[in-house]
């Protein structure tokens, strides 16, 4: 059964920075696509960031150049480098995986996710 952990978040302070980690068991990871959603409140889940096997990426516009996703195939695990926050990117973030190769923007597309870790930027 495939079972994903997110940790780190919390609390930060406006221009800073925090990573979020993703751990995955129950699969290849090396055969899924790790991806990270937020969803603020009142707001529909959004698509963050995407990792292939080989490396490529693909970000929503808004966090290009103040996010990095990253994974560790060996640790079954999912980075999410989070630098420059400002309170538009207070959410729950949510990680989640599908088998491919494509980087799809839907949740609907992925059919693992994991209970998601609350990011509070404070201004």
């Known amino acids: 059964q495939v079972h994903l952990v997110e940790s780190g978040g919390g609390l930060v302070q406006a221009g800073g920075s925090t990573r979020l980690s993703c751990a995955a068991s129950?699969?290849?990871?090396?055969?899924?696509?790790p991806a990270w959603f937020r969803q603020a409140p009142g707001k529909e889940r959004e698509f963050v960031a995407g990792?292939?096997?080989?490396?490529?990426?693909s970000y929503a516009d808004s966090v290009k150049g103040r996010f990095t996703i990253s994974r560790d195939n060996a640790k079954s695990t999912a980075f999410l480098q989070m630098n420059s926050l400002n309170a538009e990117d207070t959410a729950v973030y949510y990680c989640?995986?599908?088998?491919?190769?494509?980087?799809?923007?839907?949740?609907?597309?992925?059919?693992?996710w994991g209970q998601g870790t609350q990011v509070t930027v404070a201004s």
């Open positions: 989640a995986v599908r088998p491919g190769t494509d980087i799809p923007t839907m949740p609907s597309q992925y059919g693992y």
């Open positions: 129950g699969l290849t990871f090396s055969l899924y696509i």
């Open positions: 990792i292939s096997w080989s490396g490529r990426t």
